[in-house]
């Protein structure tokens, strides 16, 4: 077979580079980017989609790779894909922000447990929340909506040199704060109850001193927190799809032209 330098160029510009940004869009991205999907599924996954991508892309600019502009273009393929998986991936750190906000105020922050996820330690507060919410992702089709918004990227911005500006990355940086507002969203029905109960615990200490409150005071956190909790729990929903619903519009004007 005859394969010149110029075929390996456009080999390169038809599919490594859409690769380039699907892929980093996986790595990022939660559920299918944790450590419990194996690499080559990724890869797969990659692959197959990358393959079924290609034909649908518009002209490929035909740069060298290994020139200094093909590496501009293979950075920001990768910035872009990132970016789209990170948003998202903030939505589940609101969830395990509030979980650890809640185990705290209800006396759990010392049971923690290790987030396969992850690989980090976290309250089971926040590992619960953290079921609830890739449950969530799954049932509203928040990998499918992803998948499809990287899909479409390639139309809104193309490959090319120049993609994710200073702009969007003080965009993303904003994002930021969206997280721990969520996370007070969530966690604040739950935190402004156990606050009324610690309170109404000061007041029987201080009405009754000889009352053991260490002995009395910890079961008694503990049971109302898990009532509240089961109170509460008809509220995550609302408040995760709003997240998720925000952080699809900020990677969508992050791929605008």
Do not use: C, Y
Not at 41 to 69: D, R
């Amino acid at each position: 077979m005859d394969f010149n330098f110029a075929q390996a160029t456009a080999f390169v510009g038809s599919l490594i580079w859409p690769m380039m940004r699907i892929g980093s869009m996986f790595i990022a991205m939660p559920v299918i980017g944790t450590r419990l999907v194996p690499t080559r599924v990724k890869i797969i996954i990659t692959m197959v989609l990358s393959v079924v991508v290609v034909p649908l892309l518009p002209e490929v600019p035909q740069v060298e790779a290994l020139s200094v502009e093909g590496f501009f273009i293979s950075a920001q393929q990768i910035l872009i894909g990132l970016s789209m998986g990170f948003t998202m991936q903030l939505v589940f750190g609101a969830l395990m922000i509030a979980g650890e906000s809640i185990a705290m105020s209800m006396g759990l922050g010392f049971a923690s447990m290790v987030d396969p996820t992850n690989g980090v330690n976290v309250p089971v507060i926040s590992q619960f929340f953290i079921i609830i919410g890739t449950l969530l992702f799954l049932a509203l089709g928040g990998h499918l909506m992803l998948i499809q918004l990287v899909v479409s990227s390639f139309e809104s911005l193309p490959i090319s040199a120049t993609g994710v500006g200073r702009a969007d990355f003080w965009s993303l940086i904003a994002w930021g704060s969206q997280m721990f507002i969520g996370a007070l969203w969530v966690a604040i029905p739950a935190l402004i109850s156990m606050l009324v109960i610690t309170l109404s615990m000061g007041v029987m200490t201080r009405a009754a001193p000889q009352l053991n409150i260490f002995s009395v005071g910890f079961p008694v956190t503990m049971f109302m927190g898990f009532i509240i909790l089961l109170l509460v729990m008809p509220g995550i929903l609302p408040r995760f799809n709003q997240m998720m619903l925000q952080a699809m519009q900020l990677s969508q004007s992050l791929v605008a032209p």
